[in-house]
């Protein structure tokens, strides 16, 4: 495992610490609403590449179930510092995976395409403290209020869902730029 | 007073403890989760969405007291029965059009409830709401209305037997 960041959190990190726009993603690779607004994150990124610093937790929500796995190959691979490919898949691909019924094999795949190290991940998906982190995250954000998905804290402020994340940052971006 | 527990009455207090604990949810989690339910409904513009998730739940909360309470019974019902019937207006569309809403976000991650389970939840509620209103007479008993309604039925009414006492007194 080269250049795996030490502390996994710091792997699922984007952008420069003293962007004026920092955003705490609270994530269900399931939910389709995230997709759309992780789509529309990406294309914020890249429009103001230094403008947006992102940070995604985990929020696996009971309905979906494919969350918690989801989330348990994601961390795995942010451990090998591949987090954000391995999302990428998740996100790109999701309306394929969503529907199956065994989707390990999918899972597996995503995985050799990000490059992971299979052992390191075996060894991962086996590893109980990895659920528990994904729990951990789960319970941070239902400490904040968060009840589902894509919630987003934008400076601190919580918004829901797409059209509230989609407003804030048009907001934002025109008090920037007066 | 005569205190009759009835059938009206126990579903008035059923519906008003329902939308107690639905209101009072929805009032303990931040306002941006309830917003998310309006506008994933997808009916209202950006202010009107707003509004409705500031008033919904206070809206429920306070109805459900006073339901369970019995105050202002005939004006309690109404509201709550214009409000039922939006929200069936709401989700059948949701489902007409098949909008991706898992859940209805009613109760949060904790119940979660598929929409037309809803939809059949929000049916029978109304029926009931009616079959109160029809029969408020019985809906009235163990309540504060009925409490206020005799006091002010007992004041008249000694009020005027003592005036008729008193006139005929008179008379005699």
New interface residues.
């Given amino acids: 495992m080269k250049n795996a960041p030490t502390n996994s959190s710091l792997a699922k990190v984007k952008g420069k610490e003293d962007a004026p726009i920092q955003i705490v993603e609270f994530i269900d690779f399931q939910c389709?609403?995230c997709a759309k607004g992780v789509k529309h994150l990406q294309k914020f990124i890249k429009e103001h590449p230094n403008k947006v610093r992102l940070e995604l937790k985990y929020y696996p929500?009971?309905?979906h179930q494919h969350g918690f796995l989801s989330a348990h190959y994601a961390e795995c691979a942010a451990r090998q510092g591949k987090f954000w490919v391995f999302h990428d898949y998740l996100i790109d691909k999701q309306k394929y995976w969503e529907k199956l019924k065994d989707v390990k094999p999918t899972f597996e795949l995503f995985a050799e395409w990000s490059q992971l190290d299979p052992n390191d991940l075996k060894n991962c998906l086996e590893d109980k403290s990895v659920e528990e982190f994904i729990s951990k995250n789960k319970a941070e954000g239902k400490l904040l209020?968060v009840?589902?998905t894509p919630?987003y804290f934008i400076n601190d402020k919580?918004?829901?869902?797409f059209?509230?994340l989609e407003?804030e940052l048009k907001r934002l971006l025109n008090e920037n730029s007066h | 007073m005569k205190i009759v527990i009835n059938g009206f009455v126990l579903s008035r207090l059923l519906i008003g403890c329902f939308f107690v604990v639905s209101g009072g949810l929805k009032l303990l989690?931040?306002y941006?989760?309830f917003?998310?339910?309006v506008?994933?409904y997808e009916i209202h513009t950006?202010s009107l969405d707003r509004m409705i998730a500031w008033v919904v739940p206070w809206t429920e909360f306070l109805a459900g007291i006073f339901l369970v309470c019995g105050l202002w019974l005939k004006i309690v019902l109404k509201t709550l029965a214009f409000l039922i019937a939006g929200f069936i207006l709401v989700v059948a569309q949701a489902i007409l059009r098949n909008l991706?809403i898992?859940?209805c976000?009613c109760f949060?991650?904790l119940f979660?409830v598929p929409l037309p389970a809803v939809l059949l939840i929000d049916n029978s509620l109304l029926l009931l709401t009616w079959w109160l209103l029809k029969k408020i007479d019985k809906t009235k008993n163990f309540s504060l209305d009925s409490y206020f309604v005799t006091s002010e039925f007992q004041k008249r009414n000694s009020d005027s037997r003592s005036f008729l006492t008193k006139t005929s007194a008179g008379t005699r």
């Fill in positions: 389709s609403a929500l009971s309905v209020g009840k589902s919630s919580m918004f829901v869902g059209d509230q407003a | 989690s931040p941006e989760n917003l998310y339910v506008q994933s950006a991706p898992r859940e976000g949060g991650e979660s």
